[in-house]
């Protein structure tokens, strides 16, 4: 079975660090591009990072610029978001996504916005930013 599973979300106080794990199985996300999409309350949801199947090209959305890294391992089938400085803005359900590596370019653009066109979606997990 293909699916994509997040973990590392959970409650964390304003200014605090987490770090979120994307694991794949059933197939090898080295040919995937992968992105990083949240959910808040009430709102849309939107990409917030993402990363080039081989790692070499990452974008995010502004607000989280300087706080919020994505990185992969392949050999462990794995993708990271590593969140620093959190604010309380930034709870939301987190989800990872799959896209074909040869549309990058397309998730690349769409930082801040929603995208349909992923070929695979985690369940997401809740981050939850509060003192």
């Known amino acids: 079975q293909l699916q994509l599973v997040e973990s590392g979300g959970g409650l964390v106080q304003p200014g605090g660090s987490l770090r979120l794990s994307c694991a794949a199985s059933g197939f090898s996300l080295g040919s995937y591009a992968i992105g990083w999409f949240r959910q808040a309350p009430g709102k849309e949801r939107e990409g917030v990072a993402c990363?080039?199947?081989?790692?070499?090209?990452?974008n995010y959305v502004d607000s989280v610029k300087g706080r919020f890294t994505i990185s992969r391992d392949n050999a462990k089938n794995t993708v990271y978001l590593n969140m620093n400085n959190l604010e309380s803005e930034d709870t939301a359900v987190y989800y990872c996504a799959a896209l074909k590596g040869t549309y990058y370019s397309v998730l690349f653009s769409r930082m801040g916005r929603d995208y349909y066109g992923m070929d695979y979606w985690g369940k997401g997990t809740l981050v939850t930013v509060s003192s």
């Open positions: 990363i080039s199947s081989g790692g070499g090209s990452t």
